[in-house]
């Protein structure tokens, strides 16, 4: 009996060969550029969405002082001035010598900013300074008021979404301030020149001191009047070069340190609540201020140098911001605009922070 096996062809097996170390490092380097390329694209759709909500705050800014307009005839003076000649451009506190200051814009458009809280305290605040005589917002509704008033963080409408989140508290025992809360990044245009724009029809802004005798605020020596004063700001007969060719508001940049004035959102100070176009947008000239570190810049921000002065009118801040190459801008008729660094300093940005000189804005 003849036994044997079936033949056929022999399977041939063949080893899979795995990706080389070469291969391998070609596809990371290939994903490597393909991140490197993607990145600053979603960088700057990120940058765009932020400048975006930006704009968006400084918009709500300007539908209220529009509603503040509507019910007062008038924006919110810049601040209320009642003291002695000399100081009729000065904010610091009283030990700086500033005893009869009321408030600020900012503060007087919270009814119309969905703030209400805020306001109350405003208000509790601006009682207890009625009763107990005290002259003076920044120092006394810091230190006496309710819920220590002006210590106190606002909320991210007053926060432009690119800058850098400010925490610390500003403290200057010799400018007569201290405690006050720092990160507000929107200010409204005092004019082309110093902290006395608001004195001439050629550089005056859409803000400015409402200044006054004190027989016009304090009735007796037993109580005081109405030291907000609504009613003494720009009417919109005011803007004689026009509502859409004046500056309202734009931005500045807080500081991390806390002897700088930048970024106070209780203070009327310029570089604090206040700007002047006295500079270009984002300029790489120093600011001048009441209250300044000298010290700074860091690394992360030269362009934030300054110098103090605190004996004259000659202060200014610059509108400066994180987005790159400009800064935004509200305007007196609530429209919103991104202005160009390198914008004309003169002919255009001048013009458009000046709202009586008459100005025709070139380009």
């Known amino acids: 009996m003849l036994t044997g096996r079936l033949s056929g062809p022999v ?51 300007g539908l209220a002082m529009h509603n503040h307009l509507d019910t007062h005839g008038a924006f919110p003076p810049g601040y209320v001035c009642y003291d002695e000649s000399g100081n009729r451009y000065k904010t610091g506190g009283w030990q700086h010598g500033q005893n009869e200051l009321g408030w600020h814009w900012l503060p007087m458009l919270f009814p119309y900013m969905e703030q209400q809280a805020m306001w109350e305290r405003i208000k509790e605040c601006e009682e207890m300074r009625k009763t107990q005589h005290t002259q003076n917002p920044c120092d006394d509704c810091e230190y006496h008021g309710p819920n220590h008033t002006g210590r106190s963080q606002l909320g ?38 110093n902290m006395l724009s608001w004195e001439s029809s050629k550089t005056r802004g859409a803000f400015g001191t409402f200044y006054t005798p004190q027989e016009t605020i304090v009735i007796s020596l037993g109580g005081s009047g109405d030291r907000f004063q609504n009613k003494r700001g720009m009417t919109d007969a005011d803007f004689t070069d026009g509502m859409s060719n004046t500056l309202a508001m734009s931005e500045v940049l807080a500081t991390n340190t806390s ?89 255009v940005w001048q013009a458009m922070a000046t709202a009586q000189a008459g100005e025709t804005i070139s380009e």
């Not at 170390?21 to 380097?29: D, F, G, Q, T, Y």
């Not at 362009?303 to 305007?331: F, I, K």
């Open 259 to 347: 002897t700088d004035i930048r970024g106070v959102w209780m203070s009327p100070a310029m570089g604090a609540t206040v700007f002047s176009a006295y500079l270009s947008p984002n300029s790489k000239e120093k600011d001048v201020l009441a209250a300044c570190d000298e010290a700074y810049p860091d690394n992360q921000n030269p362009n934030l140098a300054c110098l103090e002065e605190r004996s004259t009118a000659d202060v200014y801040a610059a509108a400066r911001s994180h987005h790159p190459g400009g800064v935004s801008a509200l305007l007196a008729d609530g429209s919103v605009r991104y202005v160009a660094e390198t914008v004309d300093r003169v002919n």
């Open 156 to 193: 991210p409408f007053v926060r432009c979404p690119s800058a850098t989140n400010i925490n610390v508290q500003f403290s200057d025992g010799s400018y007569g301030l201290e405690a006050l809360a720092k990160g507000s990044n929107y200010a409204v245009n005092w004019g082309s020149g």
């Open 11 to 61: 399977p041939v097996r063949r080893q899979r060969s795995a990706f080389t170390l070469v291969e391998l490092l070609v596809v990371i380097a290939i994903i490597g550029v393909l991140v490197g390329l993607l990145l600053p694209a979603v960088q700057a759709a990120r940058e765009a969405a932020r400048r975006m909500q930006c704009q968006n705050n400084l918009k709500q800014f």
